[in-house]
C-alpha cells in the first residue's frame, strides 16, 4: 500500500485544517490507517487512528475533543479534521497503514507540514 498525505498548510491558532490521506492498493480491514506527528529533534508521536474495517478510532489524549478522524471507504482515503488548533500541535503529520497507535507501520506516508500561529 502507498499512502499520499496532503491538505498542511498555516493556519491561526484557534483555526481548523484537514488533513488528507489517500491509500492505493488493497488495505485489509484488520489494518487501520493512522495518523502521527513529528517536529524536529522529537519522536514521533501518534495523534490518531481509526480500524479500516469496523471504522473505530482512537485518540492521543492531546486531540481528544479536538481532531477527528475518518475514513471513506470508497476513495480509500482517511481524513483529519483539526479543530481549535493551538501552536503546541505545528509538525508535521505522517499517516501510516499497520497496528493501530504504534509505529508499527507497514508503509508511511511522506508527511504534511502543519503550521500554526499563535
Known amino acids: 500500500v502507498q499512502l499520499q498525505a496532503s491538505g498542511g498548510g498555516l493556519v491561526q491558532a484557534g483555526g481548523s485544517l484537514r488533513v488528507s490521506c489517500k491509500a492505493s492498493?488493497?488495505?485489509?480491514?484488520?489494518?487501520?490507517i493512522n495518523w502521527f506527528r513529528q517536529v524536529p529533534g522529537k519522536e514521533r508521536e501518534f495523534v490518531a487512528g481509526i480500524r479500516w474495517g469496523y471504522g473505530t478510532t482512537i485518540y492521543a489524549e492531546s486531540v481528544k475533543g479536538r481532531f477527528t478522524i475518518s475514513r471513506d471507504r470508497a476513495e480509500d482515503t482517511v481524513y483529519l479534521q483539526m479543530n481549535s488548533l493551538r501552536p503546541e500541535d505545528t509538525a508535521v503529520y505522517y499517516c501510516?497503514?499497520?497496528?493501530?497507535?504504534?509505529?508499527?507501520?507497514?508503509?508511511w506516508g511522506q508527511g504534511t507540514q502543519v503550521t500554526v500561529s499563535s
Open positions: 492498493g488493497r488495505i485489509y480491514s484488520s489494518n487501520a
Open positions: 501510516g497503514v499497520g497496528e493501530i497507535a504504534t509505529l508499527r507501520q507497514g508503509s
